[in-house]
């Protein structure tokens, strides 16, 4: 194992942690109570875990335990810039960066002081955890990014309950239509589902609605593109 599959599987143990392993309900409560939240030694055990299980070394565990460890300093930070009116909007942006960089540095500090050896005699080749990576980045983490989008522009609407979880459905499933086109080269394809989008969606009479959903499916398919040709140019250097 290399460097940047370590990184990219800290990537993937980050996105269990914080979106698939994570409730709505229980990111809010993180946003509101910061370290006293019920759900505080929940997260930082999944943290914990998923962070040392997926870097398949065994002495990773103590990286695993700092990182685990930054989740909650981090949390109890963005519960003090939530209401801050000049940064709160971007509290979300500023919590990710600060994650990926702690497991970045950390990465890479590991791989200076210790050897990364393969999992069992397997080696676990850097662009399938890439491409894995950029899946699991199209369904619920593409999602959230898409309305911390919205909040941070200030664009509001009232939606439904119900359609708002079938658009986020749907959502996913054009993004990994998407990037699947995407890194086969099917450029055209991606041109079609855009166009088809387009037809079976705008028939609205709501004009603000019409245009809420045109800005999200043009960010849901922007996402998608771009992790797409990122995960391409990658896997083809």
């Given at each position: 194992?290399?460097?940047?599959?370590?990184?990219?599987?800290?990537?993937i143990?980050?996105l269990?942690t914080?979106?698939f392993?994570?409730?709505?309900?229980?990111?809010?409560?993180?946003?509101?109570?910061?370290?006293?939240r019920?759900?505080?030694?929940?997260?930082?055990?999944i943290?914990l875990l998923t962070?040392?299980?997926?870097?398949?070394?065994?002495?990773?565990?103590?990286?695993?335990l700092?990182?685990a460890?930054?989740?909650?300093?981090?949390?109890?930070?963005k519960?003090h810039?939530?209401?801050?009116k000049?940064?709160?909007?971007y509290?979300?942006?500023?919590?990710?960066i600060?994650?990926?960089s702690?497991?970045?540095?950390a990465s890479?500090?590991f791989?200076?002081y210790s050897t990364?050896?393969p999992?069992?005699?397997?080696?676990?080749?850097?662009k399938?955890t890439?491409i894995a990576?950029?899946?699991?980045?199209c369904l619920?983490?593409?999602n959230?990014l898409?309305k911390?989008?919205?909040?941070?522009?200030g664009?509001?609407?009232?939606?439904?309950?119900?359609?708002e979880?079938?658009g986020?459905?749907?959502?996913?499933?054009e993004?990994?239509?998407t990037?699947?086109?995407?890194i086969?080269?099917e450029f055209e394809a991606?041109g079609f589902?855009?166009?088809a989008?387009?037809i079976?969606r705008f028939k609205?009479?709501?004009?603000k609605?019409?245009e809420y959903?045109?800005?999200?499916?043009?960010l849901?398919?922007?996402i998608?593109?771009?992790?797409?040709?990122?995960?391409l140019?990658?896997i083809?250097t």
């Amino acid at each position: 194992m290399d460097l940047s599959t370590l990184i990219t599987l800290q990537f993937i143990a980050h996105l269990f942690t914080d979106y698939f392993f994570q409730s709505d309900k229980q990111a809010k409560e993180k946003n509101k109570l910061g370290i006293k939240r019920k759900f505080l030694v929940v997260h930082f055990i999944i943290a914990l875990l998923t962070s040392w299980i997926l870097s398949f070394q065994v002495q990773f565990v103590f990286v695993a335990l700092l990182i685990a460890i930054s989740h909650i300093i981090i949390d109890g930070i963005k519960k003090h810039i939530h209401p801050n009116k000049i940064i709160g909007r971007y509290a979300f942006y500023i919590d990710q960066i600060l994650h990926i960089s702690v497991f970045t540095i950390a990465s890479i500090i590991f791989d200076k002081y210790s050897t990364l050896y393969p999992f069992y005699g397997v080696t676990i080749e850097w662009k399938y955890t890439l491409i894995a990576a950029g899946y699991l980045l199209c369904l619920k983490p593409a999602n959230i990014l898409i309305k911390q989008i919205f909040n941070s522009s200030g664009i509001v609407i009232q939606r439904d309950a119900d359609l708002e979880k079938a658009g986020r459905l749907i959502g996913s499933l054009e993004r990994i239509l998407t990037l699947t086109f995407v890194i086969l080269g099917e450029f055209e394809a991606v041109g079609f589902l855009i166009a088809a989008k387009s037809i079976l969606r705008f028939k609205d009479g709501d004009t603000k609605k019409t245009e809420y959903v045109l800005i999200g499916t043009m960010l849901s398919f922007v996402i998608a593109i771009g992790i797409g040709i990122i995960v391409l140019k990658l896997i083809t250097t």
